[in-house]
């Protein structure tokens, strides 16, 4: 069995990985996040800070986000919310 039900499964900490690695170590001119999890904002922030354009994609209207989104670069996140 690869995941059990009682176990933390990781997803957090896999995507937040990817977002850096792409961001940083690929040099990808753009990056797509599809996520409405907040723990993920600080991999976000990074990733803004490291002039890659961020897209993300927010699956339902998530808690308030205006304090993070204050400290992303605009010229490098873009978000959208998909309803």
Known sequence: MCVLRDEQKLVDVMLATD?????RGCSQPCVVL????????PAILEA????????HV?????????????????AHYRKTTLV
Request: glycine share 2%; hydrophobic share 35%; no cysteine.
């Open 19 to 23: 977002l850096l690695y792409l961001a």
């Open 58 to 74: 927010q699956t339902q209207s998530a808690s308030d986000t205006r304090l993070y989104e204050r400290m992303v670069d605009p």
């Open 48 to 55: 803004s800070d490291s002039g890659t354009v961020l897209v």
């Open 34 to 41: 599809v996520s409405s999890d907040q723990d993920l904002w």
